[in-house]
């Protein structure tokens, strides 16, 4: 009897390739890799990592194909205005690949809002995002649809302005454009069907998203410990970035003073530190925490 066997797509190569794939092995997960790299198996689960290119993840799991994808959340929202009631959903953003989609128009353009773009060309690949900004705002525009090579049209003269993906701004400034209007804040995203899975194939899906919840919340959080007056607990409890309830264990050498132990959930500036220690603490240690499971 074959085992049913969970599969997970991948962008196989591009910006979200490599993150996808370390937050898996953070999760625990050992593939083995065939020659052709399409197909990574997990050793001691029955799970398959289908490493394709990004704009096929949707329709795979759309169609059942797989049962979980990462991907943009730009791509996973453009497929989606091509269905009418797709039974997938965003399972968990990753907190990686963070982009965002943008109107960008020539330097000399005189961009007063989207009512600008009306009558206009628009080159973009991701024509229903676009189509859909263009309609909240009640606007009239021409979207010429690119498959990539999106930041060049203008130059080329087939489109007055872009509506495109941009991080740093740097590709836009290369072509002589500025971003004016953001369309859609991106970040990768887990998706998966909506589907009920029983059996195995339920409880490997329930276990890699329990695992990838605890990788997930140690990002971005510090263990931090010091040694404090008694007397400065309640001031330290207030300084520390997102922490409820320190522990707090007295010193058997000290009288008074205590050592001071919490999780942070936001990230440890030095100027943190610098609080801490003028409330009172010594010997601060900030520690990277590598798993967590509440
Ligand atoms: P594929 O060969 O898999 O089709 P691609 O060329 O379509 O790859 P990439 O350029 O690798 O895609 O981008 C994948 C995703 O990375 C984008 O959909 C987006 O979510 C994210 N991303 C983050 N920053 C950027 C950026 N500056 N430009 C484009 N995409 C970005
Ligand atoms: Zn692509």
Redesign the pocket.
């Known amino acids: 009897m074959s085992v049913e066997r969970l599969r997970i797509a991948v962008?196989?190569?591009?910006?979200?390739?490599d993150a996808s794939l370390s937050l898996f092995e953070k999760t625990g997960l050992r593939f083995r890799r065939d020659k052709d790299e399409l197909l990574f198996r997990v050793e001691d689960q029955p799970i398959d990592v289908l490493r394709?290119?990004?704009?096929d993840i949707v329709q795979f799991v759309l169609s059942g194909t797989c049962e979980l994808g990462f991907?943009?959340?730009?791509?996973y929202e453009e497929a989606l205005l091509d269905h009418d009631r797709p039974d997938t959903e965003i399972v968990a953003r990753l907190g990686f690949?963070?982009?965002a989609l943008k109107i960008a128009a020539p330097r000399a353009f005189d961009y007063a809002g989207p009512k600008s773009l009306a009558g206009l060309r628009v080159a973009t690949s991701h024509p229903n995002l676009l189509k859909r900004f263009l309609s909240d705002n009640d606007v009239e525009a021409r979207v010429v649809e690119l498959a990539?090579s999106v930041e060049v049209a203008p130059r080329l003269g087939i489109a007055d302005a872009v509506c495109d993906?941009?991080?740093?701004g740097a590709?836009l400034e290369a072509n002589g454009l500025r971003a004016v209007d953001t369309v859609l804040e991106?970040?990768?995203v887990l998706v998966g069907s909506t589907r009920a899975l029983s059996g195995e194939l339920g409880e490997a899906r329930e276990k890699f998203l329990r695992r990838l919840d605890g990788v997930l919340a140690t990002q971005g959080t510090k263990y931090i410990m010091m040694n404090a007056p008694e007397t400065a607990i309640g001031e330290i409890t207030e300084i520390l970035p997102g922490a409820d309830a320190p522990t707090v264990v007295p010193l058997a050498s000290r009288q008074g003073s205590v050592a001071v132990h919490a999780v942070c959930q936001e990230s440890v500036f030095w100027e943190t530190l610098e609080r801490l220690k003028a409330a009172g603490a010594s010997a601060i240690l900030v520690l990277p925490i590598e798993k967590m499971m509440m």
């Not at 394709?52 to 704009?55: E, H």
């Open positions: 962008q196989s190569k591009g910006r979200l390739a394709v290119r990004d704009d991907v943009g959340a730009n791509v690949g963070r982009c990539g993906l941009v991080s740093t590709t991106s970040e990768a």
